[in-house]
């Protein structure tokens, strides 16, 4: 009980910097996603079996 409440003391504003830098990194992911997705489209019009090929190798 003693530590988890010294423990709770202590951290939270680790705690919040850790949330932020999750926040920022979850916003940068999207946006990367999205000129993933826009890249992969166009190559999708350009080289079909290429893009099947490297979605295969993500998942």
Request: charged residues 20%.
């Amino acid at each position: 009980m003693i530590k988890c409440c010294t423990f709770l003391r202590i951290n939270p504003q680790n705690y919040k910097k850790k949330f932020l830098k999750s926040k920022i990194l979850k916003k940068n992911f999207f946006l990367f996603n999205h000129i993933l997705m826009v890249l992969v489209f166009g190559f999708y019009v350009k080289f079909p079996k290429m893009v099947v090929f490297l979605i295969e190798i993500n998942f």
